[in-house]
Protein backbone atom coordinates (compact mmCIF):
# COMPACT_ATOMS: atom_id res chain seq x y z
CA UNK A 1 0.00 0.00 0.00
CA UNK A 2 3.20 2.13 0.72
CA UNK A 3 4.59 1.95 -2.68
CA UNK A 4 0.92 3.06 -4.31
CA UNK A 5 0.09 5.59 -2.14
CA UNK A 6 2.57 7.85 -4.12
CA UNK A 7 1.29 6.20 -8.02
CA UNK A 8 -2.19 7.10 -6.72
CA UNK A 9 -1.29 10.72 -5.83
CA UNK A 10 0.77 11.38 -8.70
CA UNK A 11 -2.35 10.65 -10.83
CA UNK A 12 -4.42 12.16 -9.01
CA UNK A 13 -2.71 15.33 -8.54
CA UNK A 14 -1.16 15.94 -11.36
CA UNK A 15 -0.53 20.29 -10.41
CA UNK A 16 1.93 19.23 -7.90
CA UNK A 17 4.84 19.31 -10.47
CA UNK A 18 4.47 22.98 -10.96
CA UNK A 19 4.73 23.70 -6.87
CA UNK A 20 8.35 22.39 -7.18
CA UNK A 21 7.22 18.86 -5.87
CA UNK A 22 7.20 15.59 -7.95
CA UNK A 23 6.92 12.23 -6.73
CA UNK A 24 9.11 9.90 -8.16
CA UNK A 25 10.18 5.79 -7.55
CA UNK A 26 14.04 6.81 -7.72
CA UNK A 27 16.28 8.71 -5.28
CA UNK A 28 17.83 11.42 -6.60
CA UNK A 29 20.54 14.15 -5.96
CA UNK A 30 21.15 16.86 -3.09
CA UNK A 31 19.52 19.37 -0.92
CA UNK A 32 20.01 22.58 0.33
CA UNK A 33 18.01 23.28 3.73
CA UNK A 34 17.95 26.97 4.23
CA UNK A 35 18.76 29.56 5.92
CA UNK A 36 21.75 27.67 5.97
CA UNK A 37 23.07 29.59 9.33
CA UNK A 38 19.64 28.57 11.04
CA UNK A 39 17.14 31.20 12.62
CA UNK A 40 16.86 32.92 15.72
CA UNK A 41 13.11 33.65 16.78
CA UNK A 42 14.64 36.72 19.15
CA UNK A 43 12.50 37.50 22.30
CA UNK A 44 8.58 36.40 23.01
CA UNK A 45 6.26 36.83 25.44
CA UNK A 46 5.56 33.40 26.62
CA UNK A 47 1.69 32.39 26.16
CA UNK A 48 1.03 35.72 24.16
CA UNK A 49 3.16 35.99 20.92
CA UNK A 50 4.40 33.88 18.75
CA UNK A 51 7.19 34.01 15.57
CA UNK A 52 6.53 32.46 12.44
CA UNK A 53 9.85 31.95 9.71
CA UNK A 54 9.82 30.18 6.10
CA UNK A 55 12.32 27.64 5.63
CA UNK A 56 13.31 26.33 2.27
CA UNK A 57 13.89 22.89 1.26
CA UNK A 58 15.82 23.81 -1.97
CA UNK A 59 16.74 21.34 -4.76
CA UNK A 60 20.37 21.08 -5.54
CA UNK A 61 20.83 18.51 -8.10
CA UNK A 62 20.86 21.04 -11.77
CA UNK A 63 18.85 18.25 -13.80
CA UNK A 64 17.05 15.77 -12.06
CA UNK A 65 15.27 16.95 -8.86
CA UNK A 66 16.50 16.12 -5.26
CA UNK A 67 14.60 12.95 -3.62
CA UNK A 68 12.98 14.06 -0.13
CA UNK A 69 12.62 11.44 2.29
CA UNK A 70 11.38 13.77 5.84
CA UNK A 71 11.62 16.82 7.47
CA UNK A 72 10.98 16.68 10.83
CA UNK A 73 11.80 18.89 14.38
CA UNK A 74 14.34 17.96 17.20
CA UNK A 75 14.70 19.87 20.41
CA UNK A 76 12.73 21.89 22.62
CA UNK A 77 9.07 20.33 20.12
CA UNK A 78 6.60 21.46 22.95
CA UNK A 79 7.98 25.46 21.71
CA UNK A 80 8.89 24.67 18.16
CA UNK A 81 6.40 23.09 16.03
CA UNK A 82 5.94 22.81 12.07
CA UNK A 83 2.92 24.30 11.14
CA UNK A 84 3.10 23.36 7.07
CA UNK A 85 5.13 20.91 5.42
CA UNK A 86 4.95 19.13 1.92
CA UNK A 87 3.96 16.34 1.71
CA UNK A 88 6.95 13.82 2.16
CA UNK A 89 8.58 11.42 0.25
CA UNK A 90 8.79 13.85 -2.66
CA UNK A 91 10.84 14.92 -5.37
CA UNK A 92 12.09 19.01 -5.25
CA UNK A 93 12.31 19.62 -8.91
CA UNK A 94 15.67 20.87 -10.28
CA UNK A 95 16.08 24.71 -9.22
CA UNK A 96 12.45 24.43 -7.11
CA UNK A 97 12.15 25.01 -3.60
CA UNK A 98 9.27 23.39 -0.80
CA UNK A 99 8.39 25.51 2.22
CA UNK A 100 8.74 24.66 5.82
CA UNK A 101 6.85 27.19 8.29
CA UNK A 102 8.01 26.95 11.80
CA UNK A 103 6.09 28.25 14.39
CA UNK A 104 8.02 29.30 18.11
CA UNK A 105 5.84 29.97 20.55
CA UNK A 106 7.43 29.58 24.24
CA UNK A 107 5.75 28.15 26.92
CA UNK A 108 7.71 29.58 29.84
CA UNK A 109 10.41 31.84 30.34
CA UNK A 110 13.72 30.70 29.39
CA UNK A 111 16.03 29.51 26.45
CA UNK A 112 14.75 26.95 23.88
CA UNK A 113 16.81 25.41 21.27
CA UNK A 114 15.66 22.82 18.53
CA UNK A 115 17.23 21.29 14.84
CA UNK A 116 14.81 21.40 11.59
CA UNK A 117 16.14 18.57 10.08
CA UNK A 118 15.71 16.71 6.84
CA UNK A 119 16.43 13.09 5.18
CA UNK A 120 17.03 12.84 1.51
CA UNK A 121 16.92 9.91 -0.45
CA UNK A 122 20.74 8.64 -0.10
CA UNK A 123 20.25 9.06 3.79
CA UNK A 124 22.33 12.30 3.87
CA UNK A 125 20.84 14.46 6.68
CA UNK A 126 20.79 17.93 6.78
CA UNK A 127 19.78 20.38 9.11
CA UNK A 128 19.69 23.94 10.69
CA UNK A 129 19.56 25.47 14.20
CA UNK A 130 16.58 27.20 15.76
CA UNK A 131 16.79 29.92 18.72
CA UNK A 132 14.24 31.40 20.83
CA UNK A 133 13.74 33.21 23.96
CA UNK A 134 10.63 33.50 26.45
CA UNK A 135 11.25 36.19 28.09
CA UNK A 136 10.06 37.39 31.87
CA UNK A 137 6.95 39.34 32.02
CA UNK A 138 7.55 40.88 36.18
CA UNK A 139 5.03 43.95 36.04
CA UNK A 140 2.13 41.89 34.27
CA UNK A 141 2.11 44.97 31.35
CA UNK A 142 1.91 41.93 28.08
CA UNK A 143 5.14 43.04 27.73
CA UNK A 144 9.22 41.39 28.12
CA UNK A 145 10.65 43.29 30.77
Same mark, same amino acid.
Given at each position: ???? #?? !?? %? #? %? @? #???????? @???????????????????????????????????? #????????????????????? $?????? *??????? !???????????? *????????????? %????? $?????? /? !?? @? @????? /??????? *???
Amino acid at each position: MRVL #LP !VL %L #L %L @L #LPGCGQMG @LEYAAENTAELALEPLEGWDFGELLPEHEAGVHNFS #LRSAEAERGTYVEDAWLDGDT $GAFVIE *REPELPA !VIEAGKHASIVV *RFRPEKSGSFRAQ %LKAVD $GNGARY /R !VE @L @LGQGC /RNNDGNR *RCD
